[in-house]
């Protein structure tokens, strides 16, 4: 397996997807995820949606050398607290839940927040 394959089946295996599942979110088949996590494919294709629907940086995916999951500067989030505390807070109760949620109901959000991202036709 190559250091990129078993960095996406770890994640993978993470964030409790099936192959299969995890092709579904990257719009590509069980058997390319499969080639992939086997060093068969590089997925060069598809790596920012891996690293995306995966919540690892893509750096990481590539070389296993950069964090995995990058935090939020400390300054970062202290302006984010500064500038409007009860979004951060309101923030943080949806994280504290998302945690709590099984993968369905995880793809069920993200389904649900991709529609609010879509602008109807004029």
């Given at each position: 397996m190559s250091g990129l394959g078993s960095r996406v089946k770890e994640a993978r295996l993470e964030m409790g997807l099936s192959q299969k599942a995890l092709g579904d979110?990257?719009?590509?088949?069980?058997?390319?995820?499969?080639?992939?996590?086997?060093?068969?494919?590089?997925?060069?294709?598809?790596?920012?949606?891996l690293a995306e629907h995966l919540c690892v940086s893509v750096d990481w995916l590539l070389t296993g050398n950069a964090p995995k999951r990058p935090a939020l500067e400390d300054q970062?989030?202290?302006?984010?607290?500064?500038?409007n505390p009860r979004q951060?807070?309101?923030?943080n109760r949806i994280v504290?839940?998302?945690?709590?949620?099984?993968?369905?109901?995880?793809?069920?959000?993200?389904?649900?927040?991709?529609?609010?991202?879509?602008?109807?036709?004029t």
């Open positions: 979110l990257v719009h590509v088949s069980q058997q390319n995820i499969w080639k992939i996590e086997s060093g068969k494919s590089k997925a060069t294709y598809t790596i920012g949606k970062q989030l202290q302006s984010m607290i500064q500038q951060y807070a309101v923030t504290e839940r998302l945690t709590q949620l099984e993968p369905r109901q995880l793809a069920a959000i993200e389904s649900l927040l991709d529609a609010f991202g879509k602008h109807p036709e």
